[in-house]
């Protein structure tokens, strides 16, 4: 395992690009915890997976949803017979505009 460490221009370089501000005395602190977490993150390059077949998802899920096939529609009079007030065969609405004049 190689040992990793964030040196404090990297982490000047990454507050800037993260439009952060950090005082120069928290540089070396986080300095250090991100080098301690890339190295706690590595060690999964020692880890075994010769054995482990790849996943396309990490849940144990079918998709068990039915085919998309078409249905027939509802009719114009069904859909308007459940409408508040119509006017011939439209919806009829109030009036969110108004007119000039």
């Given at each position: 395992?190689?040992?990793r460490s964030i040196t404090s221009d990297e982490i000047k370089k990454l507050a800037?690009?993260?439009?952060?501000?950090?005082?120069?005395?928290?540089?070396?602190?986080?300095?250090?915890?991100?080098?301690?977490?890339?190295?706690?993150?590595?060690?999964?390059?020692?880890?075994?997976?010769?054995?482990?077949?790849?996943?396309?998802?990490?849940?144990?899920?079918?998709?068990?949803?039915?085919?998309?096939?078409?249905?027939?529609?509802?009719?114009?009079?069904?859909?308007?017979?459940?409408?508040?007030?119509?006017?011939?065969?439209?919806?009829?609405?109030?009036?969110?505009?108004?007119?000039?004049?």
């Open positions: 395992m190689t040992k800037a690009l993260s439009k952060l501000s950090i005082a120069d005395d928290e540089v070396e602190l986080y300095s250090q915890q991100l080098s301690d977490i890339l190295d706690y993150v590595s060690q999964l390059e020692n880890v075994d997976t010769s054995d482990i077949e790849p996943l396309l998802n990490v849940l144990d899920q079918i998709n068990d949803s039915k085919p998309d096939e078409p249905q027939p529609s509802i009719t114009q009079k069904m859909v308007l017979k459940n409408a508040p007030i119509t006017s011939g065969d439209f919806f009829q609405v109030p009036e969110v505009i108004k007119k000039n004049g």
